[in-house]
């Protein structure tokens, strides 16, 4: 059996625990909005206070980045 991008990306979704306390955003954005977005997430929850980061990306084929941002919720 093969698998698409997609198949993947919905498996590893699946193994996440609902509770683990992180929010996450998902977007689908060309390559320099995508980060554009990701910057002005960063920097709009930092690091530091949220544990913020990039959880996932891939490319698509018509070449958008599909990307996942996660942030600690207890920092609100």
Not at 29 to 50: C, E, V
Not at 54 to 64: N, T
Request: charged share 35%; proline share 7%.
């Amino acid at each position: 059996m093969v698998f698409r991008p997609r198949d993947l990306a919905s498996r590893m979704a699946g193994r996440r625990k609902p509770g683990d306390g992180y929010l996450r955003e998902t977007f689908t954005l060309p390559r320099d909005q995508a980060r554009a977005r990701a910057r002005d997430f960063l920097t709009r929850y930092p690091k530091a206070a949220y544990m913020s980061s990039v959880e996932s990306w891939r490319e698509l084929p018509g070449g958008e980045i599909e990307f996942t941002m996660r942030r600690l919720a207890s920092a609100d």
